[in-house]
């Protein structure tokens, strides 16, 4: 059978592997120049290892991914523990300015604390003794319970505040909601923090050579499989003629979608009913912005990853990668990631790379005093459209699934990872899944 893989990230791929296995003849049609979409790398020339456009890494159960790297003889995913920390401001009140040891930094009013480990949370000097206990508990529960009907019913917001406290959620969680959800975060499941907290390990993992070293291991495997690659090709109209599809004079058995569903609403208004893609419109999303700075200095001296828990700073995360993986890759220069997201009217979003450089430097110097003599070799940004699904309470029902009205159209996208936030983890899973309706 033909069939068109319309999207070239990893779900796209995956369905190709198992398609093409499967004896079917299978082309992937890929907007970019590069395959892997949110997951994809570039390489400055001085570079050996590839870096993500956004950050990445794997969690310790990630089955799905690990385990399809060892059906293609792929091995060379690692696993580290990296510092995970978060930055208070002081619109929370400091309960003391000389705890013993756990506030890694104390300047401007800024706190950093790690809050990883069930130890991390006790000597948390911010909440009392019983909150913690409470919040421990919740977090205890919410690891070991399966998913819950319950969860559907309530929001995040409802659900942490009822059960681990108000003084738990204005201190731990309302401002990991809004750098997350925006002006949604009020509206999020509590499905979301349930698979959040399941899906969580201290362990993470990374590709040696970047995640780009897999994308192009798979894009191999696929052309040894005969799967045509059409790369730089923008999908812009697809025609149905009788069961089956044409694209640019193409013809096509089997669809299978890949791409963001307001992209994929947009091309098959010929194809679907009004009323069926009236459920997608529904859906909200909000998009990714990543800046990268290359530096002679690190602005985070140990920590890989810090969530940014306080509106004085203007962006939601800060990620050294080479607190992850050996800065000796690139160059010895050391490379951090800043992250939004953000909604679609967002002035962010406007911005070019040296505008946000600008906005966000002087921040960079209250997290780490010491940021003001790193020195900025290069930067580089990336914004992802519709990267971040928004799981409101509505978001089950009107979401897309594998099967469409047309009995050769199929879906698989980040949405379908609901309740579990997106990763490539999932494209794997989806990739696969989707194969098996063909
Ligand atoms: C900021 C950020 C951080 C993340 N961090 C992690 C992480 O730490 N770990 C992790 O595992 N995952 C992470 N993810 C998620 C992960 O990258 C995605 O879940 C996964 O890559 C999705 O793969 P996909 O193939 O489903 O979608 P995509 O990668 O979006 O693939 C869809 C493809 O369709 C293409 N396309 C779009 N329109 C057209 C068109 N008209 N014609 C042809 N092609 C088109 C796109 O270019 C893209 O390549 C992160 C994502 C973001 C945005």
Not at 198 to 206: A, D, I, Q, S, V
Not at 233 to 244: C, D, P, Q, T
Not at 362 to 387: E, G
Request: hydrophobic letters at 40%.
């Amino acid at each position: 059978m033909k069939i068109a893989i319309l999207g070239g990230g990893i779900t796209g791929l995956t369905s190709a592997y198992y398609l093409a296995k499967d004896g079917h003849q299978v082309t992937i049609l890929e907007k970019e120049k590069v395959l892997g979409g949110l997951a994809s790398g570039f390489k400055s020339k001085n570079w050996n290892w590839y870096l993500e456009r956004a950050y990445h890494h794997l969690f310790a159960n990630d089955y799905d991914i690990l385990n399809f790297a060892k059906e293609i003889d792929f091995d060379k995913i690692y696993f580290r523990s990296p510092e995970t920390s978060s930055l208070f401001g002081n619109e929370i009140r400091l309960r003391s300015s000389s705890f013993d040891g756990q506030a890694m930094k104390q300047s401007n009013n800024f706190s950093v604390y790690p809050l990883d480990t069930p130890l991390d949370l006790l000597k948390f000097p911010l909440l009392g003794f019983i909150d913690k206990l409470r919040a421990g508990l919740v977090i205890l529960f919410l690891k070991l319970s399966p998913f819950l009907s319950m969860y559907k019913k309530m929001t995040s917001e409802e659900f942490l505040k009822k059960n681990m406290g108000i003084k738990v959620w204005n201190t731990l969680w309302q401002q990991l909601f809004r750098g997350k959800f925006g002006k949604y975060a009020g509206i999020i499941s509590s499905s979301f923090i349930w698979a959040r907290i399941k899906k969580r390990t201290k362990g993470l993992g990374y590709v040696e050579g970047g995640f780009q070293i897999f994308i192009s291991y798979l894009e191999t495997t696929l052309k040894r499989l005969n799967v045509k690659t059409l790369k730089g090709y923008e999908v812009k109209n697809i025609e149905k003629r009788g069961e089956k599809f044409i694209i640019d004079g193409q013809t096509y058995d089997k669809i299978i979608s890949t791409l963001p569903t307001p992209v994929m609403t947009k091309l098959t208004t010929n194809i679907f009913s009004p009323k069926y893609l009236s459920h997608f419109n529904k859906l909200k999303y909000l998009h990714a912005i990543t800046l990268i700075l290359e530096t002679d200095k690190p602005i985070l001296d140990k920590t890989y990853w810090l969530n940014i828990c306080t509106e004085k700073i203007p962006f939601m995360i800060l990620a050294q990668h080479t607190n992850f993986a050996n800065k000796k890759n690139y160059n010895n220069n050391h490379l951090a990631y800043i992250g939004w997201y953000v909604d679609g009217d967002s002035k962010l979003l406007k911005m070019d790379k040296d505008e946000l450089v600008k906005l966000v430097f002087p921040h960079l110097k209250k997290i780490n005093p010491n940021c003001s003599i790193v020195s900025l070799f290069n930067s580089y940004m990336f914004k992802a459209p519709f990267a971040q699904p928004i799981f409101d309470q509505d978001f089950e029902k009107n979401m897309p699934t594998f099967k469409t009205p047309d009995k050769n159209f199929f879906i698989a996208n980040l949405d379908m990872t609901y309740p579990y936030d997106r990763g490539t983890n999932y494209a794997v899973k989806l990739g696969k899944q989707v194969s098996e309706f063909i």
